[in-house]
């Protein structure tokens, strides 16, 4: 098949570019003849400019994105302003910006030109526009390319874009008319995890009538090899996607059931509206991040560590004003206390949608907790869940340091095993009651503003957590930290477990009744309290 002559001289161009790549030579006018041929030819140069790499076709590039690279008597122009100056060595040309017909840049001129950069783009000096180069280039890779990745591939020392290009050199060396670069292509294609990578290799294990469609039965061999070990690196990076799932919507529930764990450990009080402090200490969040992008708008990343306190005092004072105001007055009366906090959540709800209004509002997630870490195609552990977790660490070391080395805290575990005799020796009960009741709020507070950084912030966003929260401290065991922890954590992996198995509705049912089986069983929970007051 003979090719027109300005594709063929494209391809010359192409060949000669990397001939002659180390040195970077200056374009010449046959490299760039393409641009006046047909449609493809345009293409097909506009490839070869970004392979060929230098500054000089860079130039070639910006002008054609710019709308300034066209044709004038079969040759490559770019216009600037009144002139015209030859694209392949700026030399200016007495020519007319009339005479020029410049190039359309539409969709597919737009790809051809994002490969082209990306090819450019390898030489980089920053790690992180290599990396991304490499992934586009991966993505639309071509035989005009290969010759590109094995140059990249003997510069490049990070093993990470190293890997990216290898296995998108192995998928072009795929269609290789040599076995031997088909077999040597399926076996480091193996060490991919994109499921288009097993696709690309199931394809080579079908027939086509009789006929395989590879015919060398070592090298389907290799593939079948590979394909399994992708589906292997594919199932192990989604079990770890689903267990870090579950440890992130654990540490939510863990952060709800803290200070649950402390109110009706101390005071046997089922707050209803426990719920609605995380809603308190999101908005908390909300207002903080306002007040950064007002006031400090270079500092607007580090808005949430400047929320942590702000959402821990602002669940704290409401927390405080609901037990001065109402539940110090209903103690030992649980069935009136429950209907007391269930209207108190209602009052807090409708005073959000009257300062808030009723429809979400919006915070963004800083700079450094935006990404996340890529195991496998399609499978991403994202780094604000990733801070959330360590952030529930770090507050449950709080708790905890609190509750066993400060005298609260054994004031605390003092009322909550044995409220008449703690009075007895002098702990002042009531003010334990306020303080109490003060950090669990606070402590609500702060999954509020974790909250805020992975879901919804509205006026009711705190409702669907509030019986998840007292599952939590049921199963773990009333006024137990140790039993919280367990019983968030495997709440959450189990939940994400089964959602995956059989939807978020029935793993929402089945856990419920794990839990009241489980609860039939062993009432006391995970871990009951111990000693002469456990049953008193």
Known sequence: MRLPLPRLLCACALVLAFLVAPARAALDEASLAGLAGDF????????????????????????????????????????????????????????????VETLTVNN?????????????????????????????????????????????????????????????????NLSSADPAQRLKAARALGESSDPAVKALLAALLEKQGDVWVEPNGEVRAAADMAIHAIDRRI????????????????????????????????????????????????????????????????YVDWYVAAAIPAAFLAAALVGVAMERLVLRHLYGRPLESLLATWGLSLVLIQGARVVFGPQNVELANPAWMSGGIELA????????????????????????????????????RAVTQNRAMAGCVGVPTARVDTLAFAIGSGVAGLGGLALSQIANVGPA?????????????????????????????????????????????????????????????????????KGRFADS
């Open 40 to 99: 493809q030819s345009r293409l097909d140069t506009i490839e070869a400019l970004g392979v060929a790499g230098g500054e000089d076709a860079r130039r070639v590039l910006d002008a054609l994105e710019a709308g300034a690279l066209g044709v004038a008597g079969g040759r490559a122009v770019i216009v600037q302003g009144e002139s015209v100056v030859a694209a392949a060595n700026g030399e200016a040309l007495a020519l007319a910006a009339s005479a």
């Open 461 to 529: 966003m705190g409702s669907g957590y509030i019986v998840d929260a007292f599952m939590v401290v049921v199963l773990g065991g009333v006024g137990q930290l140790a039993g919280a922890v367990w019983a968030a954590l495997g709440l959450g992996i189990v939940a994400k477990f089964l959602e995956g198995w059989a939807g978020a509705v029935i793993a929402k049912i089945l856990v419920l009744v794990f839990i009241i089986v489980f609860i039939q069983k062993r009432p006391q929970g995970i871990f009951a309290l």
């Open 235 to 298: 199932a192990t990076a989604e079990t770890v996607g689903t267990l870090f799932s579950g440890l992130s919507l654990g540490s939510i529930l863990l952060l709800a059931a803290l200070g649950l764990a402390i109110t009706y450990g101390v005071m046997g009080v089922i707050n209803m509206a426990h719920g609605e402090l995380l809603m308190v200490g999101a908005y908390a969040t909300f207002l903080v991040q306002g007040l950064f992008r007002s006031y400090l708008p270079a």
């Open 108 to 172: 597919r001129v737009r790809r051809a030109l994002g490969t082209a950069r990306a090819a450019l783009a390898l030489a980089s000096a920053d790690r992180g526009e290599r990396l991304a180069a490499a992934r586009t280039l991966a993505d639309n890779a071509g035989q005009s390319l290969l010759p590109l990745f094995e140059r990249a591939l003997a510069n490049e020392a990070d093993d990470e874009i190293r890997g990216v290009l290898a296995r998108a050199a192995a998928r072009v």
């Open 377 to 412: 195609a399609g499978v991403v552990l994202p780094w604000n869940r990733i801070v959330i977790v360590g952030f529930a660490v770090f507050v449950l070391l709080l708790i905890w340091l609190m509750m066993q080395k400060t005298r609260l805290g054994m004031f605390v």
